[in-house]
């Protein structure tokens, strides 16, 4: 009778397979959190066309202007070979610039490149507007509608940027320039609309705040032209060659640097003396309606009037050192306040856009005056909303949505976007980004400038 012996593994050799066992172990855990930390990782990128400009600049030409030698910017999406410039400074068109595009991008020269933007993933934005998803708000993916987006057709096609307006099963329209979802008006924030708003006019008092007084003839008034003959369309100047029909725009606003937070809050620059309260009337001319409006500061706030109605607004301590109002006909409403809050959304009458433009030509775009006490401002900022085109520049287009997005370019003359793209609208999954926003909406009209 016989017993067979069997060898036991050494002590050494179960505790080489227990660290192996456990560095894997580590080294997947690892692993793993490192692809999920990628995903919420801020990313940053290049913008090398110019659909969203100007909120987002791409590749520029810069060109010299012949008469009064004006540096100018043009998008390179927009320039046409052997088309001849015309300057946004002096207006002279240089009848000799036979410019080949194709040549000065080959060659690098007299271009600047597109600016870097700074953009998260989908899961970082799911996790930041958690709150909003659950409210409604915001749509499961955590993308919202007017995100400027950063997707991706294919997995061997290069990442674009455009902003989404339409989500899946829902129906969107564009008429008169104006987006509609499942037919109803989109309308936009005090803040979504500056973050969209494109630059029209600029005034910056450079040599210390203009002030307005009301016991003065010559200070007591502010009037701003617009260069487009007395209204406001839908040109873009930095487009050296615009591809669509000039087209009035119904929809603009102007934001006004006071020179201080005395201005808001009614100190004088001590921070002690009440300053005399003031009151301004303003106008903002359109080619169909002059919308006329007061803004009041007393003791105790803002009085806002318009069409008949009042609309009292209380003070509020530690406002910046330098405050904007801001006014704008929007969306069928008049909005009033700062760059992030709305004080007053008054509903506009409705337009016939079927009647003859009246003639504004001798009439300023935005009128200020100061009725009462002294006002100094700052920066006159005059801006309009995003004026959009449907295909081949028809004033109206459909989409049925069913399991897509619609995406549109901001710069409609240089965006091939959902107006003549994708026979099959794209889904959710081609997007791997949202831009980050700056937190202060007003420098997207600041930058333009």
Known sequence: MTRELRSKPSRWFLYWAASLMVLLFL????????????????????????????????????????????????????????????????????????????????????????????????????????????????????VKRGDVVVFQDTPNSPREIKRIVGFPGERIA???GDLFVNGERYCKTMEQTLLQSILVEGCNISHGARKLDANSLEDRALLIQSRSEGCIDNRLGINAHDSHRIV?????????????????????????????????????????????????????GFTIES?????????????????????????????????????????????????????WNCRPVVGIECKSGVLRVENVLVFRDIFYRGQLDSPTQEWDVEDGIVLLGDNVSASTDSRDRWPIRPNLSIIKGIVIEPNNPIENLVQQR
């Open 27 to 142: 080294g997947i855990i690892l692993a793993a959190l490192m692809i999920v930390r990628q995903g919420y990782v801020v990313r940053q990128g290049i913008v090398v066309g110019s659909s969203m400009e100007p909120h987002l600049k791409g590749p520029r030409l810069v060109w010299i202007c012949p008469s009064c030698s004006a540096e100018q910017q043009f998008t390179l999406d927009t320039c046409v070979s052997g088309k001849p410039f015309q300057c946004q400074a002096c207006g002279q068109t240089d009848a000799s610039s036979g410019v080949d595009i194709s040549e000065i991008v080959k060659l690098g020269v007299q271009t600047r490149p597109g600016e870097k933007v700074r953009y998260g993933p989908t899961r970082l934005f799911r996790s930041l507007r958690s709150h909003d998803i659950e409210a409604g708000i915001v749509h499961e993916s955590g």
């Open 174 to 176: 564009i008429e008169n």
């Open 248 to 300: 009035q725009v119904e929809d603009f606003g102007v934001a006004i640097q006071l020179a201080g937070r005395d201005q808001l809050a009614g100190m004088d620059q001590s921070g002690t003396d009440p300053l005399q309260h003031w009151i301004i009337e303003c106008t903002l001319n359109s080619a169909y309606r002059s919308q006329f409006f007061t803004i009041a500061l007393g003791p105790e």
């Open 307 to 359: 069409s008949g109605k009042k609309t009292d607004v209380p003070l509020k301590t530690g406002s910046t050192d330098s405050p904007w109002i801001v006014v704008a006909m929007v969306d069928g409403f008049l909005l009033v306040g700062t760059p992030t809050t709305e004080w007053v959304r008054i509903p506009l009458e409705t337009q016939d856009a079927n009647v003859e433009a009246k003639d």
